[in-house]
């Protein structure tokens, strides 16, 4: 099972830089927007295959993690929500021009996907909610993600939203991957023998982990 994590970890990391690319890639067909264009067809190929890439990296990294990690429901249905959402984000901001009733400039649009973000991110605290360096790292990741409304604020489309929340993700997954390399988090798996742990109302996450 923890073969299948440290894969579900990568593949998570490299489905969120995807989501990076694919903000940027936003960022230049909305400045370069030529309808008709060579180059601005060339962009939309390249901005639709990073998105069905990344959604199917994320998608088979939420896979992995769900099958191979214990418990953790809150983690997992959060993070299964933020791949849906981020999608639909995506396949909106890409068509923008198509779509009336989409405001890539709204500020409530924004504010509910950061704190959506968010919280998904705050979910992961669920691995090891003891671990004070990765208690900062998901802190420090949710600061990232929320920082995404002020793109709203300077003028700039929900992208800005979109690249934050990718880039804290990224963070986040790269952290994780540092930290179950060199063992400093402690991930209960199926099939684990390790000494169990109870989440109760002290860690904000009341779960009860007597074996399955």
């Not at 953790?72 to 981020?86: D, G, T």
């Not at 901001?93 to 409530?108: D, R, T, V």
């Not at 390790?194 to 109760?200: D, I, K, L, M, P």
Request: charged share 15%; net charge negative; glycine share 6%.
């Amino acid at each position: 099972m923890h073969e299948k994590l440290t894969k579900g970890i990568f593949f998570g990391l490299v489905g969120n830089i995807l989501f990076i690319a694919f903000g940027l890639l936003c960022l230049l067909y909305y400045y370069t927007y030529e309808y008709g264009s060579i180059f601005t067809r060339i962009m939309e190929v390249l901005a639709y295959s990073t998105e069905i890439m990344g959604f199917g990296l994320l998608a088979y990294a939420d896979y992995l993690l769900i099958t191979s990690i214990r418990l953790r429901r809150l983690l997992k249905v959060s993070f299964s929500a933020y791949i849906l959402l981020e999608a639909v984000m995506m396949i909106l901001e890409l068509n923008a021009y198509k779509i009336e009733f989409y405001k890539p400039y709204s500020l409530p649009l924004a504010i509910i996907h950061a704190v959506i973000s968010a919280a998904a991110c705050f979910a992961f605290l669920q691995l090891d909610p003891h671990n004070v360096k990765w208690e900062f790292a998901v802190g420090s990741c949710i600061t990232l993600i929320l920082a995404g409304m002020l793109g709203n604020i300077l003028g700039i489309r929900i992208y800005f939203s979109i690249i934050l929340s990718a880039l804290g993700f990224t963070v986040l997954f790269g952290t994780l991957k540092f930290f179950h390399d060199r063992q400093q988090i402690e991930i209960d798996c199926y099939g684990d023998r390790a000494v169990e742990r109870v989440f109760n109302s002290s860690t904000l996450f009341s779960e009860d982990e007597s074996e399955k």
